[in-house]
C-alpha cells in the first residue's frame, strides 16, 4: 500500500515537471519566434536608413553644387 502511495506521489510529481518542462518549452518557442522577427524588423530598419543616408547625401552635394553655381553667377 505503501509503495503504491509513493508511486502515486513520484507519478503525479513527474507529471507536474513534464507539464512545467512543456510550458518552459513553449515559452522559449515563442521568445525565439519573437527573437527572429525583431532581427528581420531590425534588418529591415537597417537597409531603410542606409537608403535614406544615400539619398541625404546625395540631397546634401545637391545643394552644395547649387550654391556653388549661385556663388559662380552672382
Not at 21 to 36: C, G, P, Q, V, Y
Not at 37 to 49: G, H, P, R, V
Not at 50 to 69: G, P, V
Amino acid at each position: 500500500m505503501e509503495l503504491e502511495n509513493n508511486q502515486e506521489i513520484s507519478m503525479e510529481k513527474l507529471k507536474i515537471i513534464q507539464n512545467k518542462f512543456e510550458d518552459t518549452l513553449k515559452l522559449l518557442e515563442k521568445n525565439i519566434a519573437e527573437s527572429i522577427t525583431n532581427k528581420q524588423k531590425l534588418n529591415a530598419i537597417k537597409q531603410d536608413l542606409i537608403e535614406a543616408n544615400k539619398k541625404f547625401n546625395e540631397s546634401q552635394t545637391y545643394l552644395e553644387d547649387l550654391k556653388l553655381k549661385l556663388k559662380n553667377t552672382i
